[in-house]
């Protein structure tokens, strides 16, 4: 079966402060990822789709970066967090030819 | 650009009542719609999946259906129990990209 991780659970950082958060997909290969954001009392956000190793999609302008290393490795990254930032950020992942999305448990930021 | 909209943003009803979630899309080009709950603090968990030709899915007490050509999805919730709090949201797919619905916040009072 297939499971997805994000870590950490939680995090507060200060602002200027750089990030990284890391989703890893096992159980299955070449998976589509994806990063989203959701903050309070908003919807959910894409923030970039991968289809495959090094291939990155952004969809909204942002000091947020996203890497994939590995095939089942998403990373999400920032060289200065902003206030703006904080919120939940959640990981998915799809199969190409598949219809759903599987997501990971989040990862709460809080920048101070 | 899609974009997806959920009325009403907050509901509370009394435990047993049957309910209806509304969503509503821009682009009818989509390529399926799917309904998510989400618990507080938590990720988001798949409940039903309509194809874009298909009119309509059940699972259990959970019915949703989908009119394309006008753009509008509904979630039914036969029975409602307070098991079923949560968060939720549906998204349309397009392509390798899925957009979301800000969601409905659903309290059953039991």
């Known amino acids: 079966s297939q499971t997805i991780h994000q870590w950490p659970a939680t995090l507060v950082q200060p602002v200027g402060s750089p990030l990284s958060l890391e989703c890893t997909v096992e159980g299955t290969s070449n998976p589509n990822l994806y990063w989203y954001r959701q903050a309070a009392g908003r919807g959910l956000q894409l923030l970039f789709y991968?289809?495959?190793?090094?291939?990155i999609s952004s969809e909204v302008p942002q000091n947020l970066s996203a890497s994939r290393p590995q095939d089942r490795q998403f990373i999400l990254s920032s060289k200065k967090l902003l206030l703006s930032d904080s919120g939940f950020y959640l990981c998915a992942w799809s199969r190409p030819a598949q219809e759903t999305q599987y997501f990971g448990p989040g990862t709460r930021l809080l920048v101070l | 650009k899609q974009e997806v909209t959920q009325i009403p943003a907050a509901l509370s009803v009394p435990e047993g009542e049957n309910l209806v979630l509304n969503c509503s899309f821009t682009?009818?080009?989509?390529?399926?719609l799917q309904w998510f709950r989400q618990d507080p603090g938590k990720g988001l968990t798949s409940l039903l999946l309509i194809q874009s030709s298909q009119r309509e899915q059940t699972s259990g007490r959970l019915n949703a259906s989908l009119d394309k050509s006008s753009g509008r999805s509904t979630l039914y919730i036969a029975a409602s129990q307070p098991g079923d709090s949560a968060t939720y949201l549906c998204a349309v797919r397009r392509g390798n990209q899925f957009y979301f619905g800000t969601g409905t916040s659903l309290t059953v009072i039991p």
């Open positions: 991968s289809v495959g190793i090094g291939q």
């Open positions: 682009d009818s080009a989509i390529y399926n």
